[in-house]
């Protein structure tokens, strides 16, 4: 196994892994951003260096798309929209 870092906050970085995820064939079943746990409903293991590479590239491609966006404020904008519809309840 290798271990490589992305220079993010948790909350692009865990979307952006999520993405590439999804766009590489994986089933994502429950999300809890909150507590970065998530299900796999089909599972690849990734052995060749070139694949875990391209995978590394493309979640460094999707991390930096999501920061170009500005992902965490609109995220957190969602949060408190969501906090906000709760308490009405």
């Given amino acids: 196994m290798r271990t490589k870092t992305i220079k993010a ?4 970085a865990l979307p952006s892994v999520m ?3 999804e766009n590489q064939g ?3 079943e429950n999300t809890d951003i909150v507590q970065g ?3 796999s409903k089909s ?3 990734i052995d060749d260096p070139a694949v875990y590479g391209s995978l590394f590239n493309e979640l460094r491609t ?3 798309r999501m920061k170009a966006i500005n992902y965490t404020s609109i995220y957190e904008e969602l949060r408190t929209e969501l906090e906000r519809v709760k308490s009405i309840k």
């Fill in 62 to 64: 999707e991390t930096e």
């Fill in 43 to 45: 599972a690849k293991d």
């Fill in 37 to 39: 746990a998530y299900g």
């Fill in 19 to 21: 993405i590439v995820l």
């Fill in 9 to 12: 906050d948790y909350d692009i």
């Fill in 26 to 28: 994986y089933t994502v």
